[in-house]
């Protein structure tokens, strides 16, 4: 791989600590849902500074998407989200990663549990599975701390006047009616940790083993669960699928943090 010039084309804020940035690199080679790239920030004084970050959406020639959630004293998420202007130029290098995706060729089952920023590659996969013809049935579990950290809240508040059909007001889980797929092909359920909406059946607090072994496909060798969040999270939800009858197997993490991306 070698580092590739991006220009920033536009951005799309998704709550007020992240920022979406469409970006256009002549000669990407494609990618595929759930790989991430390599950002490189170069100073005036030669300084260099990187990080990775996931793809937020599906290859779309040389247009590229990223989600950025900004770290506290973060040198990179700082500027990407408060100050990287439009027309301005970064450098990329990716895709990476070949086992942590998803695609609709060759895709089938997926249960995807996101904490927080975790959902950005998760994103990507229900992007284009709602793109594609694929009928492989999706769960998605997403947990964020309040209605305000929630990403692409616009696009779930769409999906839901547009296409949703409420499944089990009781739980709180949602149908999301993709392009071409029946009413029960996609499941979105939402988990809030601190606060919740004032209309959401569900109090606040943190996903627990029985949600996920409730929400989640049953296990099958059909199956690939995907997990992307903080390490915690990560190593919980694993767990937790685990001891529901999942195969370690057919469990794919990606974690960020002390210990992850």
Known sequence: ??????????????????????????????????????????????????????LAAPADGDHIEITVQRVEDGEVSTYLVDALPIGAFIEVRGPVGGWFVWTPESGGAAVLIAGGSGIVPLASMLRARRKSANPSPFRLLYSVRTPEDLLYGD????????????VDDQSGRVCLLGEGA??????????????????????????????????????????????????????FAADALVSAGHAPAMIRTERFGPTGR
């Not at 600590?17 to 005036?44: F, N």
Request: charged share 25%; aromatic share 6%; with cysteine.
């Open 155 to 166: 696009e779930l508040a769409e999906l839901r006047r547009a296409h949703l059909t409420p």
């Open 182 to 235: 029946s009413d029960e092909d996609i499941e979105l359920f939402l988990a809030y940790t601190r606060t919740a909406p004032a209309d959401d059946p569900r109090p606040p607090g943190r996903l627990t083993r029985n949600e996920i072994a409730g929400l989640a496909l049953p296990p099958s060798p059909s199956v690939t669960c995907y997990v992307c969040g903080p390490t915690a999270f990560v190593e």
């Open 1 to 54: 791989m070698r580092w590739q010039p991006a220009e920033l084309l536009a951005t799309r804020a998704e709550s007020a600590t992240a920022r979406t940035l469409i970006l256009r690199v002549p000669g990407w080679p494609g990618h595929r849902p759930g790989q991430h790239l390599d950002v490189r920030l170069t100073a005036p004084d030669g300084y260099h500074a990187e990080r990775s970050y996931s």
